[in-house]
T-cell receptor, first 110, second 115 residues
Framework: LAKTTQPISMDSYEGQEVNITCSHN???????ITWYQQFPSQGPRFIIQ???TKVTNEVASLFIPADRKSSTLSLPRVSLSDTAVYYCLALQTGANNLFFGTGTRLTIIP | ETGVTQTPRHLVMGMTNKKSLKCEQHLGHNAMYWYKQSAKKPLELMFV???????ENNSVPSRFSPECPNSSHLFLHLHTLQPEDSALYLC??????????????FGPGTRLTVT
């Protein structure tokens, strides 16, 4: 599994756009970048997944540059309910053993 | 009921007790997983089942015994646990395929306290 590196914590104010960057210098050709969100005492929840360029869904966008050595999760207009831990994973095709790491603890300030 | 369910949600047990955690998925997936999450630590993968066959056991002590009778149900049998086994135990399921990684769907977890 490709190892990923993320900031341990981030703070942001309500209504702002939040960008969380993940580094994955040793990403393999068949790795997908996958992000999960976890609230306290709950299981992680899948947010978004991508291979390259940009992916957007109803909750977030994922930007992956051409060299794929990093990626950025973008959360538009965050609210207090977005306070959670966000995990970046590099997931191989067909793999089922996820390594979550320590994630980024995002705190939204009123 | 939809998604992944786990029972019980909370469990307190002594070190000499035997208990079981139950997980059920209603998503038609063919793979199921047990994870352990201790306080302020990353999730640790414990067991993986693909089509009811155990494919991974990440050096988990034998006091944890998984059982997967079918692709919708997964159990974790517990016996003679230690206080350091207190944690949030999470079950997940996914659809295994060759075409690309499949996201996992997690249950709410069982908060286990060993006294």
């Amino acid at each position: 599994l490709a190892k990923t590196t993320q900031p341990i914590s981030m703070d942001s104010y309500e209504g702002q756009e939040v960008n969380i960057t993940c580094s994955h210098n040793n990403i393999a050709t068949n790795d997908y970048i996958t992000w999960y969100q976890q609230f306290p005492s709950q299981g992680p929840r899948f947010i978004i997944q991508g291979y390259k360029t940009k992916v957007t869904n109803e909750v977030a966008s994922l930007f992956i540059p051409a060299d794929r050595k990093s990626s950025t999760l973008s959360l538009p207009r965050v609210s207090l309910s977005d306070t959670a831990v966000y995990y970046c994973l590099a997931l191989q095709t067909g793999a089922n053993n996820l390594f979550f790491g320590t994630g980024t603890r995002l705190t939204i300030i009123p | 009921e939809t998604g992944v369910t786990q029972t019980p949600r909370h469990l307190v047990m002594g070190m000499t007790n035997k208990k079981s955690l139950k997980c059920e998925q209603h998503l038609g997936h063919n793979a199921m997983y047990w994870y352990k999450q201790s306080a302020k630590k990353p999730l640790e993968l414990m067991f993986v089942y693909n089509f009811k066959e155990q494919t991974e056991n990440n050096s988990v002590p034998s006091r944890f015994s998984p059982e997967c009778p079918n692709s919708s149900h997964l159990f974790l049998h517990l016996h003679t646990l230690q206080p350091e086994d207190s944690a949030l135990y999470l079950c997940a399921s996914s659809q295994m395929g060759r075409e690309g990684p499949r996201e996992q769907y997690f249950g709410p977890g069982t908060r286990l306290t060993v006294t």
